[in-house]
């Protein structure tokens, strides 16, 4: 088991709760979609599992270790878990190869160059290091800030509204290719989408969220 | 868990820091409330029966009149440099600022010596005229003066608070009245006034701060508010138990204006339903009403800017007389106490502004509202405090000397850092809004992409937030810059011996009716100033062209 989230609660004030005991279990390598309307929770269950909120109770769980329970609350950056936000969050004062190997920068100089080299050849981006966020459609946006998101190797992928900034024309094209990507290394992914055909395009497992 | 939940992202690090701050932000609060209770002396008694009551009536028609005017004044400008284009708005989009480079204090000399019976438009008209004028029609030195004086150079507080509220909203407000058939002038009244109450009534607060904090007018004027009564009981009498009465009292009128202004501006917040605005598009005047707007517009920059600037440029041409190594060392003083005090306060702004976004909204909000304390309470109140705080830090020192011989000799009172930390005190609410309003702009997902990729807070702060903040840091660093400039009562009461910077020495030269003295130093204090202003202008404006690209 990659994930496994047990009777998770969570509220953002007092009034609503946005997650009731919700429970999820995700196998390795698997690719599950959370799909539901907006203000169903299916972003918070990403936020929660990145550890960027606290649940008010429950328990997560990433490759059998304990990440958040009553006791415990281990901090985003010790989780491994990687996150491509909504809008990408590229740092805007960094230039492509600074973004990737902004989470790597433990690893030598020379491993550094080889990883960033490596991812974007993966996402078909190779000679983009110099370029600046800005410099960069949608698209590219997008697929850059999948590399810097799977270049520490994180355990468990995480994609919140994959296709929600890019046009019509596009999404089909990007969708094909970010799952290739995801077949290729063959990660664990959540993915959180209002379109249930983006969910049953990309995931093999759908989970329905009202 | 719940805790936690407050705490949120934090990392205890930075939560003790801001904790160490605040503390020093409210020490010398608490120092003047726990002195409520301490004996009165005599004095106050006779304040309180005589001259309370004159403290309180003019300190209500100095507010109340310079709020209301600067209101009027700086929505109304910024209305029309917002709404309409004509010749020259895009300087005076900027330049309608540069009146808050000048010291009220000095605007006040300089007007009063403009209108003297030597000034220049009573010779004018007795010379060229030859109109007898009784003076008394012409004398400022009164309430009506000090308010005349007040909201020509602090308009622009409430000028650029509606300006930027303006910017944000949409066209389709406009052209829908529009299209409803109602004229300009009601749709001024009937939209746009209410719609930006908030931000007109934030404004003409800050200018009520000023006011009630400035010490330089209401002394060169003879009107006795709080502050001169201050002065008078601490320096002239040496009575700090009186002013520390005196300021527990201003503390109390405050108490109940912030409280007015929370109701003013109400629990109503208008906001709009979709993202995409279209900034509202100036209409291009003509004929008349081209006229009139550039009049208008011109003649408050003259009136608040350009005749000050030139009768001390005359001033300071009738001066020639070597004093340049004196304005030179006034210049260097200011020039580099402004510049560290104004390091010191950002920094200690960063690390509280940083935990602030990092806690929870409740908690977030206190901080944000202790912060920006120091700034509504009054110079003078602040220096009291401070006063009592040092001097019980050098009793506590005298103790360790009666009792282990440590050779000490009130090594805190009156020294540089007793002076930085007041004006930290006071500053630091200004140099967190600039902070707080660069963390709002950058937005949360930089520094939560930044935990994912598996580095700490300290580590993004360095990496991320500190390089994205930096135009925000800027320009909250040149205001407390231009701020701790223009400083004048925290100074005057808590400097080092032999202590000048440009403020106190200008001040001191025009109260001892020295004038022409008083202008070179002027000068350079509005020059400085006027600088900063530029730069934090221009910055924003280079950003904004640089984002259209």
Do not use: C
């Not at chain 1, 328990?59 to 878990?81: H, M, N, S, W, Y």
């Not at chain 2, 949120?8 to 160490?20: A, D, E, H």
């Not at chain 2, 008694?45 to 009536?57: A, K, P, S, T």
């Not at chain 2, 719609?195 to 010490?215: F, K, Q, T």
């Amino acid at each position: 088991m990659q994930l496994k989230i047990s009777d998770l609660s969570f509220s953002y004030n007092k009034k609503e709760k946005v997650l009731n005991d919700f429970n999820l279990e995700i196998n390795k390598g698997e690719v599950a979609a959370l799909v539901g309307r907006s203000g169903s929770g299916k972003s918070t269950i990403l936020r929660l599992t990145a550890g960027l909120e606290i649940p008010d109770s429950g328990r997560i769980e990433i490759a059998g270790k304990t990440v958040v329970d009553e006791q415990k609350f281990l901090a985003p950056e010790k989780r491994k878990v990687g996150m491509v936000f909504q809008d990408y969050a590229l740092f805007p004062h960094l230039n492509v190869y600074q973004n990737i190997s902004f989470g790597i920068d433990h690893l030598s100089k020379k491993k550094r160059k080889e990883r960033t080299a490596e991812l974007l050849e993966l996402v078909n981006l190779a000679g983009f290091e110099k370029r600046y966020p800005h410099q960069l459609s949608g698209g590219q946006q997008q697929r850059i800030a999948l590399a810097r998101t799977l270049a520490p190797g994180p355990k468990l992928l995480l994609l919140d509204e994959p296709f929600s900034n890019l046009d019509t024309e596009l999404r089909d094209k990007i969708r094909k290719e970010l799952k290739s990507i995801i077949k290729e290394i063959g990660i664990t992914t959540i993915l959180v989408s209002h379109d249930k055909n983006d969910a049953e395009f990309m995931a093999e497992k759908e989970i329905l969220l009202n | 868990m719940q805790l936690l939940k407050k705490l949120k992202k934090g990392s205890p690090g930075w939560y003790i820091l801001t904790l160490v701050i605040i503390f020093f932000l409210l020490l010398p609060n608490f120092n003047i409330i726990i002195n409520l209770f301490a004996e009165v002396s005599e004095n106050w008694e006779h304040v309180r029966e005589y001259l309370l009551i004159n403290y309180f009536h003019n300190t209500l028609i100095l507010i109340l009149g310079s709020g209301f005017l600067s209101a009027l004044l700086g929505a109304g400008l910024a209305w029309l440099i917002i709404a309409y284009d004509f010749p020259g708005r895009r300087f005076l989009n900027w330049a309608l600022i540069l009146p808050l480079a000048v010291p009220p204090y000095i605007g006040a000399y300089v007007y009063a010596g403009i209108f003297n019976f030597t000034g220049p438009v009573q010779r004018l008209l007795r010379n060229y005229f030859s109109i007898t004028i009784e003076q008394r029609y012409f004398d400022l030195m009164n309430l009506r003066g000090a308010v005349f004086i007040y909201t020509i150079f602090l308009f622009p507080y409430v000028y650029l608070m509606t300006k930027a509220f303006l910017a944000k909203q949409s066209s389709s407000l406009l052209e829908s009245s529009r299209l409803l058939g109602k004229s300009d002038y009601s749709i001024f009244l009937k939209i746009i006034l209410p719609l930006s109450r908030g931000a007109i009534i934030a404004g003409s607060s800050l200018v009520i701060m000023e006011v009630l904090n400035d010490y330089g007018v209401v002394k060169y004027f003879g009107i006795s508010t709080f502050t001169t009564a201050i002065f008078n009981s601490w320096f002239g009498m040496g009575d700090l138990a009186t002013s520390v009465r005196l300021a527990v009292t201003a503390m109390l009128l405050i108490v109940v204006i912030l409280f007015i202004e929370k109701l003013l501006r109400g629990g109503r917040k208008y906001s709009y339903s979709t993202s995409k605005l279209r900034p509202l598009r100036r209409r291009q005047l003509s004929g008349r009403s081209k006229f009139l707007a550039m009049f208008l517009s011109y003649s408050v920059f003259t009136v608040a800017f350009i005749i000050p600037m030139f009768q001390l440029i005359y001033w300071s041409i009738l001066s020639r007389g070597g004093n340049f190594s004196e304005v030179l060392n006034h210049a260097l003083t200011s020039f580099f106490t402004a510049a560290g005090a104004a390091a010191i306060i950002i920094i200690g702004a960063v690390i509280v502004a940083n935990t602030a976004r990092m806690s929870s909204k409740l908690i977030a909000n206190i901080l944000g509202r202790i912060t920006i304390l120091g700034y509504s309470i009054p110079g003078a109140v602040i220096a009291v405090g401070i006063l009592l705080f040092m001097l019980q830090l050098d009793l506590l020192f005298d103790y360790l000397n009666l009792y282990f011989g440590i050779e000490t000799n009130l090594v805190l009172s009156s020294t540089l850092l007793m002076l930085i930390f007041a004006y930290t005190v006071r500053f630091l609410g200004i140099a967190f809004n600039s902070v707080d309003s660069g963390y709002d702009k950058i937005g949360e997902s930089y520094f939560e992409a930044a935990r994912t990729l598996g580095k700490g807070v300290t580590t993004t702060f360095f990496k991320v937030d500190l390089p994205m903040l930096k135009p925000a840091l800027l320009s909250g660093y040149l205001l407390v810059f231009i701020e701790v400039m223009k400083e004048l009562p925290l100074t005057l009461i808590l400097r080092p011996f032999n202590f000048d910077t440009l403020a106190t020495r200008a001040f001191e030269y025009a109260n001892d009716e020295m004038i022409y003295r008083a202008a070179d130093l002027s000068l350079v204090l509005i020059i400085f100033s006027a600088l900063a202003i530029y730069i934090i202008t221009h910055q924003r404006r280079r950003r904004k062209n640089a984002a259209e690209n």
